[in-house]
């Protein structure tokens, strides 16, 4: 192993390292309070999910190591469950990278170092053996390596264009249980469309208009909330300066196709673990026809964990820095998604709710599945690099040996156990009353 990678390959907890319990309540600040404890709830459920949680701790452990000093777009946390399938605006199922709360540029490798811990953590609660997690994460840091080589060998609009075929790799997986698994994925992942949110979180009001259930505090009816969550606007009102406020960010086209569409409801709605607590709203629209459903999230973008604490960021808005560098990334990309900014000046960024979305269940993977479930996300991860900054940067630092894989894994399992240190001490906040957890 090279110098060089040896110092990438190194965990060492700087003697000043911060406590991640405060990282964790500093990143809570200008959340909503009684969203907090169900996060918590969430973090607590596994290892997996604590890591999920806590992208600003391993941020800024990153950010006190040694670099490669290769900068592209960074996904920002591109753990296993980051990646996904949705449709694209021609109706297409398409696997990449679903998660761009946190990108910002930066050194390649602390994507792919994300990817990897939470691969071999994933391994750890499969109960595969130190070793065996070891080498799964050096044969999909391997896949990384390869996939950038290829990458970096294409013409740059072969490359703009690659993208996973999901039909194609349902037929060509050698591994049968992978297989079937991705084929139950997909089905499912199809059929969570517009109708079927709605059948599952809306009803008819007595007037006849369908508006969202009020199930508080996951599902809370903006009608229902205090004035001022609204800024002391009508619900009419408040949604009048949103659509506006979106519409900015839009293209013509889309804009068009948005103005036949009638708004009908709004509702807070807690998704995810490590977004908890943010402002997160589900906005329902209805259109000319009896199916014709719009179901639309606004979530709001917070300051990248990525972002140094004395840098100003690239761009004016923080929504605009999430859908700019997921449009850059993936693919292809939701035709809804824009930012906006809401009445009380927060930054918002828009996609089409549940659009054919669906993931991976991990506890659900064999440890060939997993294995192999590693290299697909390396693939995306490589090709999402690699529009950002084309590949031959990365390619040319990281060679064409396996030194570069060894440092990876190396790195995989020993910040591993830091990571499992730092959630017994998220457990021991919990249980000693410091942090209330909730598993609603």
């Known amino acids: 192993m090279t110098n060089t990678f040896e110092r990438l390959a190194n965990w060492n907890p700087p003697a000043n390292r911060r406590d991640p319990l405060a990282v964790l309540r500093e990143q809570e600040e200008g959340r909503i309070p009684w969203l907090l404890p169900i996060r918590h709830g969430r973090m607590a459920a596994n290892l997996f999910a604590h890591v999920r949680g806590s992208a600003a701790t391993m941020a800024a452990d ?149 508006i969202f259930r009020h199930e508080p505090p996951e599902l809370w009816r903006h009608g229902l909330l205090p004035d001022e969550w609204r800024g002391d606007l009508s619900c009419a009102d408040w949604n009048e300066e949103m659509e506006a406020s979106y519409s900015d960010s839009m293209p013509s086209h889309v804009q068009q196709l948005l103005s036949y569409f009638r708004w009908s409801d709004w509702a807070l709605k807690a998704v995810g673990v490590a977004s908890v607590g943010t402002r997160c709203a589900i906005g329902l629209w209805t259109g000319p026809h009896q199916d014709d459903l719009l179901i639309l999230q606004c979530k709001e973008a917070r300051r990248s964990v990525l972002q140094p604490p004395d840098a100003n960021a690239p761009w004016p808005h923080q929504g605009q820095r999430v859908v700019e560098s997921q449009r850059l990334m993936q693919t292809a990309s939701d035709a809804f998604l824009g930012w906006s900014t809401t009445p009380e000046g927060h930054n918002m960024v828009w996609r089409h709710f549940r659009d054919w979305k669906g993931s991976v269940v991990l506890e659900e993977l064999d440890d060939a599945g997993l294995a192999l479930y590693g290299k697909l996300c390396a693939w995306v991860l490589a090709k999402a690099h690699a529009r950002s900054s084309k590949a031959t940067p990365i390619a040319n630092f990281i060679g064409n040996d396996d030194s570069f894989d060894d440092a990876m894994a190396q790195f995989s399992a020993t910040y591993s156990e830091q990571a499992r240190c730092d959630y017994k001490q998220f457990l021991a906040a919990i249980e000693a009353g410091d942090l209330v957890s909730s598993h609603a």
């Open 62 to 210: 990153l950010a006190s190591q040694p670099s490669s000093g290769v900068l592209v777009q960074l996904c920002g946390d591109a753990h296993l469950l980051n990646f996904g399938f949705y449709a694209s605006p021609e109706r297409s199922l398409l696997f990449d990278i679903v998660d761009f709360d946190e990108t910002y540029p930066g050194p390649f490798e602390w994507d792919l170092k994300r990817l990897l811990v939470s691969l071999y953590l994933t391994g750890r609660e499969h109960n595969l053996e130190g070793n065996d997690c070891l080498r799964m994460v050096k044969r999909v840091a391997r896949h990384y390596r390869k996939s950038i080589m290829d990458l970096a060998q294409m013409p740059l609009m072969e490359m703009w264009a690659m993208r996973v075929d999901v039909e194609q790799l349902l037929v060509d997986s050698d591994n049968k249980g992978f297989r079937r698994h991705l084929k139950a994925v997909t089905k499912k992942a199809r059929e969570r469309d517009t109708l079927h949110a709605a059948e599952r979180i809306c009803t008819t009001n007595g007037e006849g208009h369908l």
